[in-house]
């Protein structure tokens, strides 16, 4: 069966960084996009980025750019998140979501990050 794992959060300073990692499996993973999500607390579930396999293009919300990075290993099945100069705000739990396998979407639970000195 399909399944997303993450892992990589915890506890950081403000202005700190962490990797978070995702591991997929039971789909053919270099044919899909992967995407990370987060949603603090109250809030709503948020896009972070994207990246697509095929061509291998890479999508961010406006307010990660230049400071997070999305990549991917197709050879080990495996979607990271670099996040450099993370901010208070940016406390959340975070996502790893596959769209469309078979018309469903599937998501890990999570990996909570906590930004806080």
């Known amino acids: 069966q399909v399944r997303v794992v993450e892992s990589g959060g915890g506890l950081v300073q403000p202005g700190g960084s962490l990797r978070l990692s995702c591991a997929a499996s039971?789909?053919?993973?270099?044919?899909?996009?992967m995407s990370w999500y987060r949603q603090a607390p109250g809030k709503e579930r948020e896009l972070v980025a994207t990246?697509?396999?095929?061509?291998?293009?890479?999508s961010y919300a406006d307010s990660v750019k230049g400071r997070f990075t999305i990549s991917r290993d197709n050879a080990k099945n495996m979607v990271y998140l670099q996040m450099n100069s993370l901010k208070r705000e940016e406390t959340a739990v975070y996502y790893c979501?596959?769209?469309?396998?078979?018309?469903?979407?599937?998501w890990g639970k999570g990996t909570l990050v906590t930004v806080s000195s």
């Open positions: 039971g789909f053919t993973f270099r044919r899909y996009a």
């Open positions: 979501q596959v769209p469309r396998v078979n018309g469903i979407d599937y």
């Open positions: 990246i697509i396999s095929a061509d291998g293009s890479i």
